[in-house]
């Protein structure tokens, strides 16, 4: 195997490689397994839904890019920005079991601009006992899990809506560059 590229290339009808840029139907979704209860989830609260960038950008920009460096904003900025999550989880079922909390990252164009279709942003690992809920936290970085690289391969982060996603529940997240 020596063909390496990850993103889809329309051209020669490639359709790209891992969950993060295939596009094509799958078998099993991934982190897919098999349990023998049912879990829920629920965004409790999540610290904010709106993050604005336009301010922060030190550099003159075309007002149309639609994205800003994360270089240009900076260490400081960065960390002021991060967005605390907190999803609660329930056993539906009459087992108890472990189970990993996936938390993915879905961008709105779902896969234009190059980017990964969704990403991994974090995952924990519950305990519950038949019907109890518990409570996992996730703390998102905007510059770390909502860039992506661009063209000339600096990391950048692009206005528009953006989603946290666990399980088959979403939270939009409204970025502003």
Do not use: W
Request: hydrophobic share 30%; aromatic share 10%; with cysteine.
């Amino acid at each position: 195997m020596t063909d390496m590229r990850m993103r889809p290339d329309p051209s020669s009808g490639y359709p790209g490689r891992t969950y993060r840029f295939y596009q094509g139907e799958k078998v099993f979704e991934f982190g897919y397994g098999l349990s023998y209860t049912n879990y829920s989830y629920k965004f409790v609260s999540v610290s904010q839904s709106k993050l604005d960038f336009k301010t922060l950008s030190t550099t003159d920009r075309p007002e149309h890019s639609g994205y800003v460096s994360v270089a240009e904003i900076g260490s400081e900025s960065c960390e002021k920005a991060k967005v605390s999550a907190v999803v609660r989880v329930k056993n539906e079922g009459k087992t108890a079991g472990k189970h990993p909390v996936l938390l993915f990252l879905r961008r709105d164009h779902e896969g234009g601009n190059a980017s990964p279709v969704k990403q991994l942003v974090g995952f924990q690992k519950v305990r519950l006992n038949a019907k109890e809920k518990g409570s996992v936290e996730f703390e998102v970085s905007p510059c770390e899990h909502f860039s992506r690289a661009s063209e000339d391969g600096n990391l950048v982060i692009e206005s528009g809506d953006h989603y946290l996603v666990v399980g088959d529940q979403e939270y939009p997240i409204s970025i502003n560059v």
